[in-house]
């Protein structure tokens, strides 16, 4: 069993904050540049943010930029996101991933789902008055 499982979930108002965790299980997840992901009812998978393997290089979409800060802490092989001025748009199932593809950037991670794996079941995010 290789995958991540996410925690830190819940129910929130809009305005507040949540901090998702996705810890390793199996695997060193240090290897890996980390995704954050997310699925709302209805709608495709999209990218949230990622973390290349040191954690120098991080990356969010337009939607989140300057409210969510992903970080991880390879010592305790784990990746979090921080979800700061929450809205109700920001309601669904958060899903970390590691980059496996072969031939992907050495330095950069990137939005591409198809390129992850070892995807955890994810945690619901509900942003709700």
């Known amino acids: 069993q290789l995958q991540f499982v996410e925690s830190g979930g819940g129910l929130v108002q809009p305005g507040g904050s949540l901090r998702l965790s996705c810890a390793a299980s199996?695997?060193?997840?240090?290897?890996?540049?980390i995704g954050w992901f997310r699925q709302a009812p209805g709608k495709e998978r999209e990218a949230v943010s990622c973390i290349s393997r040191s954690g120098r290089t991080t990356n969010y979409v337009d939607a989140v930029e300057g409210r969510f800060t992903i970080s991880r802490d390879n010592a305790k092989n784990t990746v979090f996101l921080e979800m700061n001025s929450l809205k109700s748009e920001d309601t669904a199932v958060y899903y970390c991933?590691?980059?496996?593809?072969?031939?992907?950037?050495?330095?950069?991670?990137?939005?591409?789902?198809?390129?992850?794996?070892?995807w955890g079941q994810g945690t619901q995010v509900t942003v709700s008055s």
């Open positions: 991933a590691a980059e496996v593809a072969v031939g992907s950037s050495a330095y950069f991670c990137s939005f591409t789902s198809g390129n992850y794996g070892f």
């Open positions: 199996g695997f060193s997840s240090s290897t890996y540049h």
